[in-house]
């Protein structure tokens, strides 16, 4: 199935890359008007499905453009795809975009694929087996600090409603940390997390698939990833913190002081 993955991430990606410029039509999600889709979006998805379907055509999906498909067969599988997870830097040219694919077992992710067409950069892992970046293994940073730490997040599209105090929290990093980056794909952040390129990471109101395959690097290169409370999170928990474990609780300190 991670090769089928991968072959469907690639696929996309080449697609991805050759549309950068070409979009025709861009759409606003409803009640959200910061949250834009183009034909290039559906387009990736219908790749990627195809691809998916053609293999295993009983598994149910999950996503981002078409929604849930009923698994009508009772398999235990499902994949969950965003096929475009940072869409307003792609409508901007901005080089900073990914197609993500998680494999689900029995309500876990099991394996997943993250791959970058701008840097040709193919990040996968499945469960107990490590994460990967070009077939080169992760490992999370050593870094025990905060004040040492370059630590990444987004803000919701609904961030003038201020969900979850999500300003607050950036402001409070922002006092904290030696630097925080905001890079546009969620996706992306949590591999680069695992890379070890960004000690931490922490986002407020995700969805499934703009996480479902970099919780699984992260766990895999050896970090630690929770709720803002500390418990135990899935990629059906809208809040997220994603770190190389060694400035977990110093993060979580960090994110309690917003809800004071």
Not at 109 to 130: H, M, Q
Not at 161 to 168: F, L
Not at 184 to 189: I, M, N
Request: proline share 3%.
């Amino acid at each position: 199935m991670l090769t089928i993955a991968i072959e469907a991430a690639k696929e996309a990606g080449k697609f991805l890359k050759y549309n950068v410029g070409r979009v025709k039509s861009i759409e606003t999600k409803k009640g959200e008007e910061r949250n834009l889709v183009s034909e290039i979006d559906k387009g990736s998805e219908e790749r990627i499905i195809s691809i998916i379907k053609r293999h295993y055509p009983h598994h149910a999906i999950l996503a981002e453009e078409s929604g849930a498909s009923p698994d009508l067969s009772g398999s235990d599988y499902k994949w969950v795809i965003d096929p475009l997870d940072g869409t307003t830097n792609f409508l901007h040219g901005l080089p900073i975009f990914c197609v993500t694919i998680g494999i689900e077992y029995k309500g876990e992710i099991v394996a997943g694929v993250v791959y970058d067409p701008n840097l040709d950069e193919l990040f996968t892992a499945e469960k107990g087996s490590g994460a990967f970046l070009n077939g080169k293994r992760l490992k999370v940073t050593s870094s025990s600090k905060l004040i040492d730490s370059l630590l990444v997040t987004g803000f919701p599209y609904d961030i003038a409603e201020n969900p979850d105090n999500a300003i607050g929290h950036f402001v409070n990093f922002l006092m904290e940390a030696r630097g925080i980056r905001r890079l546009g794909s969620a996706a992306l952040d949590l591999s680069y997390v695992a890379a070890g390129r960004f000690d931490g990471f922490w986002e407020v109101n995700l969805n499934p698939w703009d996480m479902a395959a970099g919780i699984l690097f992260v766990r895999e290169a050896g970090g630690s990833v929770t709720d803002f409370a500390g418990s135990e999170s899935t990629i059906y928990n809208k809040q997220v913190l994603a770190t190389n474990g060694i400035i977990h609780d110093a993060m979580l300190t960090v994110l309690s002081k917003g809800f004071r």
